[in-house]
């Protein structure tokens, strides 16, 4: 245990002390919260333009019912003649929409014409074609006599009521927030195991290239120094993204002060908007239960579970990166092997997004939530939708016993991989390593 806990002290100071290291933990917040401060300062400065658009409507069918917001300002143009008209939007206009006179208003269904020499947005185009089928369904009402006030007054908008058959309200939308918090966390682990366990397997290989590793395997065995690799480079993660938080905290803080930026930009004060609409329509008490029903999940439970399997997450894939690590003798030969190991991830995220999302409790999510591979991702999606304990117990022993049994099978290619040279490893090559 002594011999352990020293090789992960080497492992910790050797990588906090890279200098490569120490640059990306405090360089990486900055470039992160410059972004941010640059996005949000064009937002701003985007803010207060306006798009101007031409209309050329002679018979005067649409021109009426396009109004200008605080976006999108619309001139009307169609006392010139169209030429003109045309010249004079190239220069001073965004766009020019032409509106054709033609013998019946339901010519217009395929005539209507934007000119622009930038293609427009398709909310843009949406927005024309509904104010122009707005018009033609009016017109079409209005020829058979029916009255359009009517058909509105006719419409109905129903909402469907969610309850639980223990009598408590649900809300609408509740499974995207679930499936949001429990994607952000599994998509935390898959980005901490993919950025450190490459630099488990980079320094696997760095060692191995300088052959120091003939020197260090002479007094420790090849197991202790995997895990202490893997535990080490863990810690030094840990920090890194402990300090990530803490230092982008405080610059965020700073920029927003010093700037007087709006960080959010225009989104923030649409979500003010919103709330405020909310607040005048009676619908604040629906935002209100939302936030009762996120704090009703089980946010300790989610977060045990987060702990346990980022740890055995990262362990089961960090000593297949060690392993590979100390098969190759460069990083460009690792790419054959590195596939299998990113592929049960990639699926992880699969499933979760495409199948618990629809069908938490379904088999397929109920499956991947407990195969150890991508039970990491898909359980951690599935924990807010509600999951048996025994389910739960299962795949986390499974987790950590399919973890042993890996480092078993890893200690014995690293035990002889960290001492090949000049041999390009094939798939062939690691299994007789296994037999060994």
């Known amino acids: ?35 941010s401060v640059l996005i949000a300062y064009l937002a701003n400065m985007n803010k207060d333009s306006v798009t101007q658009i031409a ?55 395929e005539k209507v014409e934007y000119i622009s020499d930038e293609s427009p947005s398709i909310e843009f185009i949406a927005t024309i074609e509904k104010i122009t089928d707005s018009v033609l369904t009016a017109n079409n009402l209005k020829q058979l006599n029916i009255d359009e006030k009517v058909i509105e007054a006719a419409k109905v908008n129903s909402s469907l009521k969610l309850s639980k058959f223990s009598g408590e309200e649900s809300l609408k939308g509740l499974n995207e927030i679930k499936i949001a918090i429990g994607g952000l966390m599994g998509y935390l682990i898959m980005m901490f195991i993919i950025i450190y366990g490459n630099f488990v397997m980079r320094s696997v290989i760095e060692e191995k290239t300088n052959r120091i590793i003939e020197i260090i395997i002479s007094s420790v065995k ?23 938080v803490v230092v982008g905290l405080i610059l965020f803080l700073v920029a927003k002060s010093y700037f007087g930026l709006q960080m959010g930009g225009a989104n923030a004060e649409l979500a003010n908007q919103a709330i405020a609409s909310a607040q005048q329509s009676g619908k604040f008490e629906t935002l209100q239960l939302y936030m009762a029903e996120i704090l009703n999940l089980p946010l300790t439970l989610m977060i045990v579970s987060f702990v346990i399997y980022f740890i055995g997450g990262y362990f089961l894939y960090s000593s297949l990166y060690a392993a590979i690590g100390a098969a ?17 991830l990639m699926l992880g995220v699969y499933i979760g997004f495409f199948t618990v999302i629809n069908d938490p409790h379904g088999t397929v999510a109920t499956v ?27 795949s986390m022993l499974l987790l950590y016993a399919t973890f042993a049994l890996v480092v078993w099978f890893a200690s014995k290619i690293y035990r002889i991989g960290i001492l090949m040279y000049g041999k390009k490893t094939t798939w ?6 296994l037999k060994y």
Do not use: C
């Open 328 to 344: 190759v003798d460069s990083e460009t030969d690792s790419q054959q092997f590195l596939l299998p190991i990113i592929m049960p």
């Open 1 to 35: 245990m002594k011999t352990l806990s020293l090789i992960i002290k080497r492992e910790f100071i050797a990588k906090v002390r890279n200098k490569s290291f120490i640059v990306m933990t405090f360089l990486s917040p900055l470039l992160f919260v410059g972004m």
């Open 428 to 433: 062939k090559e690691l299994y007789k390593w």
């Open 55 to 109: 209309i050329h409507d002679e018979a005067g069918y649409l021109k009426n019912n396009f109004k200008s917001n605080a976006f999108i300002h619309y001139t009307d143009l169609s006392a010139m003649p169209y030429q003109v008209a045309k010249d004079s939007v190239s220069k001073n206009y965004e766009g020019l929409l032409v509106v054709p006179k033609v013998d019946t208003i339901q010519e217009l269904k």
């Open 222 to 244: 090849p197991f202790q120094l995997m895990m202490g690799k893997i535990i080490g480079n863990s810690f030094a993660g840990l920090l890194q993204f402990f300090i990530w």
């Open 368 to 394: 991947f939530s407990i195969i150890p591979f991508t039970s990491p991702i898909v359980m951690l999606m599935r924990i807010p939708f509600g999951v048996p304990i025994w389910q739960l117990v299962l």
